[in-house]
């Protein structure tokens, strides 16, 4: 099977560590029972593509009876990706949504002008010991689409479209890579996949999007004759061809991208906007906690706590 029309995959040594345009080591933070590794945004980089946030959640175990709880939040101008390879999460959110998702699904959370929702591992799970493992990102919606009405999609490990090649395993996750199209709808170009590496085979990253990044989460691979192990990620010069090749163990990737913004996005806490105005409007209805009233509600069956605006 082709890869990509567009390129012939080629040798790692074809490009140099120079192509690497930003190196990122995660910054672990302990949010209480489990740890998280923050690669975006960076001190260096704020953004791949319409990626603004990356955290790695766990790998982390719970005895019976524990799990991990997120009371109901906010969000603006934002879309939220969960996508987990082990354990579960019980999804609600204020557009009606209640959907449980396990691993090689996909809950895709447009928050538009305003969404409340909440993740806890479910009643199911913390009936014996439980397991997390999993990635959470938002994707900043672009200009045009930051006020849309938030909605809700869930699409299932089988309707994720699936390459597989020689050693390389690819499931797409959003967005088109390879000349395959992932079911949920974007609103830029956009890239975001799972990808896993038998030993010694290579990986041609997609040409057709501007923006370019790896996460490594399991082994290692090499650009360029030098080799990178897991929790880091790397984001590619523009325009380069870029071939990764797996250590000897293999490796799994996240590979991300799209499309590069006109500007800036502001971040802070859980709203992205291109105005810090459209923050301060956030922040204060959040405070007044108004539900239903405004661009916040809280989730049919989750109403009885939620989290506070910080100080």
């Known amino acids: 099977m082709s890869w990509n029309p567009a390129i012939e995959p080629g040798c790692p040594d074809e490009v140099g560590v120079d192509a690497i345009e ?3 080591v995660p910054r672990s933070r302990d949010l209480g029972g489990f740890e998280v590794r923050r690669a975006l945004p960076a001190p260096k980089r704020q953004m791949v593509g319409p990626f603004i946030f990356f955290d790695q959640a766990g790998p982390a175990e719970f005895l019976t009876g524990q799990g991990v709880d997120v009371r109901p939040h906010p969000h603006i101008g934002l879309g939220t990706v969960t996508y987990l390879f082990r354990g579960d999460f ?3 959110d204020s ?3 209640d959907q449980i998702i396990r691993p090689g699904a996909l809950n895709w959370m447009v928050a538009g002008r305003g969404v409340t929702h909440s993740e806890r591992t479910t009643a199911t ?3 014996g010991p439980n397991s997390l493992f999993g990635i959470q990102t938002w994707l900043a919606l672009p200009d045009g689409y ?7 999609e869930h699409h299932g490990e089988a ?5 597989e090649d020689r050693g390389v395993s690819v499931r797409l996750i959003l967005g088109d890579a390879y000349g395959k199209v992932a079911p949920a709808k974007m609103f830029s170009e956009t890239f975001y996949a799972d990808v896993r ?3 010694g085979s290579r990986l041609p990253m997609p040409d057709n999007h501007e923006d370019r990044g790896i996460y490594i989460l399991e082994g290692s691979i090499s650009v360029a004759g ?5 929790g880091q990620m790397m984001v590619f010069r523009p325009g380069d061809r870029i071939t990764v090749a797996a250590g000897e163990r293999g490796s799994r990737l996240m590979i991300l991208g799209g499309a590069t913004f006109n500007g800036p996005r502001y971040i802070w806490w859980n709203f992205v906007a291109s105005s810090k105005e459209r923050i301060e409007a956030a922040k204060e209805e959040w405070r007044a906690g108004n539900w239903g009233e405004g661009r916040f509600d809280l989730p049919v069956d989750d109403r009885s706590e939620h989290i506070p605006l910080p100080d």
């Open 226 to 230: 030098q080799e990178f192990k897991s």
């Open 90 to 92: 019980h999804h609600r």
């Open 159 to 163: 309707t994720l479209p699936v390459i």
């Open 125 to 127: 799970a913390r009936t």
């Open 197 to 199: 590496l038998e030993p």
């Open 95 to 97: 557009t009606g949504a």
């Open 22 to 24: 930003t190196l990122i």
């Open 146 to 152: 930051e006020d849309v009405a938030p909605s809700f």
